[in-house]
């Protein structure tokens, strides 16, 4: 196995094919009726943890960014964990852990955030806490259509940079979710 983390913007053309075809693989498409709400909009990660077999075929990815948010109006450094995808077909051999191992290890050392965050449904929730991201018990405010729009609670997980989280009634990530 192999793990790079590359600014995204410096991706080569050919890793940004094998992307968009992890990223097929994963999440088919779907028909849409013409009256169906529109998608949640999601911010790009500004690195990406690229995980590669022996074949150095690209089988996993982990998207990363910071940014400065609020912290009941107090400015923090977030961490965010997004776009985590593993093929299918690569399921269950520990890709996917590798590239969030490399991600907070990223986060945490060399961009010294305060704490990472990622958004997920409840399917995927005991996954993640095995790497000791737990329920964000705060309001979690982003943008979406030029408005802010509260989170829902369960779809928030956090994980503190030292032994705990900052104390956030409400945490604006001043930006679109990730």
């Known amino acids: 196995m192999r793990l790079d983390i590359i600014e995204t913007a410096r991706l080569s053309d050919e890793t940004v094919e094998?992307?968009?075809?992890?990223?097929?693989?994963?999440?088919?498409?779907?028909?849409?009726?013409?009256?169906?709400?529109?998608?949640?909009?999601?911010?790009?990660?500004q690195w990406s943890?690229?995980?590669?077999?022996?074949?150095?075929?690209?089988?996993?990815?982990v998207g990363v960014l910071t940014r400065?948010?609020?912290?009941?109006?107090?400015?923090?450094?977030?961490?965010?964990?997004?776009?985590?995808?593993?093929?299918?077909?690569?399921?269950?051999?520990?890709?996917?852990?590798?590239g969030l191992r490399r991600a907070i290890e990223f986060l945490q050392g060399e961009m010294a955030v305060d704490m990472s965050l990622l958004f997920c449904g409840p399917r995927m929730r005991g996954y993640y806490q095995r790497f000791g991201f737990g329920s964000f018990l705060g309001d979690t405010l982003a943008r979406q259509d030029g408005a802010k729009i509260l989170f829902p609670?369960?779809?928030?997980?956090a994980k503190?940079?030292?032994?705990?989280?900052p104390k956030c009634a409400a945490l604006d990530l001043c930006g679109l979710p990730w």
């Open 18 to 45: 094998a992307l968009r075809a992890l990223s097929a693989a994963v999440y088919p498409p779907t028909p849409r009726a013409d009256n169906a709400p529109s998608r949640q909009e999601w911010a790009p990660p």
């Open 153 to 157: 609670r369960d779809e928030v997980m």
């Open 49 to 61: 943890v690229m995980i590669r077999d022996l074949d150095q075929q690209l089988v996993s990815h």
């Open 160 to 165: 503190p940079a030292v032994e705990s989280l």
């Open 68 to 98: 400065l948010g609020l912290c009941d109006d107090k400015a923090i450094l977030i961490g965010g964990i997004g776009g985590v995808k593993t093929h299918p077909s690569q399921r269950g051999k520990g890709y996917a852990g590798a």
